[in-house]
């Protein structure tokens, strides 16, 4: 079975500070990987995803993430972060079944509190 | 924009009783899923389910869980005879069919207690 994770429970920033957030997942096929966040009150929402192609993926808000194949991560980063960034923040991996379906396997989340 | 819908959103219930939990997906949507999340831990699949029958189910998923569409918009989670640990946040899911992976939209959740 796959598993992800995230080893950044709850990580405090000020506001303009640099954010990396790790995820690591095991295995070894093929795999989709997303990132979504929870806004506070808020439903999931997707901030960015990778299938194949360039593994470094843009996402909304300025985020972007890096797929290292050989590392088995895909780790979430934004150069300057803000105030309205706080949220949790979860990694999650599929892989795509013969129904076409995705069923996600989500990692333990990271909760992201930026000081103004 | 075109949002995934949950109803109710809290749901506090006896050990033992039935609850349903309602989701409306995103109308144009095909594969529908539910999740849930118990207090601190992280977010697990239950079920997909297209074309109207169960795509895939996880060991979570036993006799006492069933869903099912009953119109052309809801889409139930149903649970039989609820125990202390299904107490938890339920999240619907739904994403359109076929190509690349999909991105799924997920709604509000509904918050379950059992007592």
């Known amino acids: 079975a796959q598993s992800v994770s995230q080893h950044n429970h709850h990580v405090i920033l000020s506001e303009a500070a640099s954010l990396e957030l790790g995820c690591n997942y095991s295995y070894g096929g093929t795999v989709n990987l997303f990132w979504y966040v929870q806004y506070p009150g808020q439903h999931l929402q997707l901030l960015l995803k990778y299938f194949s192609g360039d593994p470094l993926v843009k996402g909304i808000k300025g985020f972007e993430a890096e797929f290292i194949k050989s590392k088995f991560s895909f780790n979430l980063r934004k150069p300057s972060v803000q105030w309205s960034d706080t949220a949790e923040y979860f990694c999650?991996?599929?892989?795509?079944?013969?129904?076409?379906?995705?069923?996600?396997?989500f990692g333990t989340g990271t909760r992201l509190t930026v000081i103004p | 924009e075109p949002e995934v819908t949950q109803t109710p959103s809290h749901q506090v219930t006896q050990m033992g009783q039935e609850v349903i939990l309602r989701c409306v997906p995103i109308?144009?949507?095909?594969?529908f899923y539910w999740y849930r999340q118990i207090l601190g831990q992280k977010v697990e699949f239950l079920v997909s389910?297209?074309?109207?029958?169960?795509?895939?189910k996880s060991e979570i998923f036993d006799d006492q869980f069933s869903v099912e569409r009953p119109d052309g918009s809801n889409f139930t989670l149903k649970i039989r005879s609820t125990k202390l640990e299904d107490s938890a946040m339920y999240f619907c899911?739904?994403?359109?069919?076929?190509?690349?992976?999909?991105?799924?939209?997920f709604g509000p959740g509904t918050r379950l207690l059992v007592l």
């Open positions: 899911a739904s994403s359109e069919s076929g190509g690349p992976p999909e991105t799924q939209y």
């Open positions: 999650a991996v599929s892989q795509r079944l013969q129904t076409g379906a995705n069923n996600l396997f």
């Open positions: 109308s144009n949507h095909l594969y």
């Open positions: 389910f297209y074309n109207n029958e169960i795509s895939e």
